[in-house]
């Protein structure tokens, strides 16, 4: 988020085009009060999934009044595949903005926003979860950030390099803005099915990594 977490250039695809983003029109830019965003994707027509810290005001520590939110279902180059605005937001009951431990935050660091009026439009499909995938496995990131804040980067070069009671570390870079994206692994049939959300960025020997929420518990939570 452009309050404070993240994905970089290596092995990132630019959908700069409808066409490169099909499939992937789900995943949108999260205004946050006009000043910051993060990326959120849809999980029902009406429900999207995000990191929990995106929804709060650093300067405050408060959270972000839901009158001050909104969701641009594949925004690219000044244009949404759909807006809306938000009914009510919910972080996760353990979540602590607070908490000065990275792990605990990162841990519960999962919010669900109820959008106004769902959004039914056949070129935008929500998606479905899945468990957490396992050390060694192949995941994707689409994301907004800072640098690249008019339309969604796809970044498939990335693999789950451990699992931390109920973290992710993953091999992805991540930037500012970034905070809150899907992270998907692939059925058989190559489906993507969205295990994970992004929550900061870290390093780890010496080399850039991501850490991100599993869906196991936190999201049965809200």
């Excluded at 980067?153 to 500012?176: A, P, T």
């Amino acid at each position: 988020m452009v309050f404070g977490s993240c994905a970089a250039a290596q092995g990132l695809f630019s959908m700069d085009t409808t066409e490169d983003g099909h499939m992937w029109e789900g995943v949108g830019r999260l205004e946050i009060s006009g000043q910051a965003f993060c990326t959120g994707a849809l999980i029902e027509p009406a429900l999207v999934l995000t990191a929990a810290h995106c929804l709060f005001d650093p300067a405050t520590g408060l959270p972000v009044p839901e009158d001050e939110i909104q969701f641009l279902a594949g925004w690219r180059h000044g244009r949404a595949a759909a807006y809306r605005r938000v009914r009510t937001a919910v972080v996760h009951p353990d979540y602590d903005y607070t908490n000065p431990s990275e792990t605990d935050r990162v841990r519960n660091d999962l919010a669900l926003i109820r959008l106004q009026h769902p959004i039914r439009n056949t070129t935008i499909d929500p998606f479905a979860t899945d468990t957490q995938p396992k050390t060694g496995a192949r995941v994707a990131v689409v994301s907004y950030a800072h640098n690249r804040s008019e339309a969604p980067s796809l970044q498939e070069l990335c693999q789950v390099l451990s699992r931390q009671e109920g973290m992710l570390i993953l091999s992805c870079e991540v930037d500012f803005g970034a905070s809150g994206s899907p992270v998907f692994s692939f059925d058989d049939a190559g489906t993507p099915r969205i295990v994970s959300v992004v929550s900061a960025k870290a390093q780890a020997n010496g080399q850039p990594v991501s850490l991100a929420t599993t869906l196991n518990g936190p999201l049965d939570s809200l």
